[in-house]
């Protein structure tokens, strides 16, 4: 099955949830001025798994932001009478294009309902 794709920007709607992405939601403010900031947005959202993709495009419609946020869940029981959606693993990702046409990438990773594990880095292409 093909996903879903919704286009939100100055001439198209939202987006499914109505809002624009935040795009600068995990953006250093020490960085703000060295990346390119992106006119509208395509979102993917699976069928099949909790996943969505976003990403923004700027003037040259040319890629300069990227998100994505994948979730594996599973039913789970403390007295096998009561059942619960429990998360067993989620990866978060935002990239933004500076303007030397490196990648700031930050990525979260969690196992379990418990924390994860945060951190950036840099990149010379695009995250895949």
Known sequence: MMPRVYESGPRRHAGRHGRLPDWTARL?????????????????????MAAERIQGFDEDNACCYLAHTVREQRMQ???DEDFYLALIWREEMHAWRLRDGRWLIHRLVQTGEEGGRAFYSFSETMPR
């Open 28 to 48: 250093p403010g020490d960085w703000r001025d060295a990346v390119a900031a992106p006119l509208y947005f395509r979102q993917h959202a699976e069928y099949e």
């Open 77 to 79: 029981s403390d007295d």
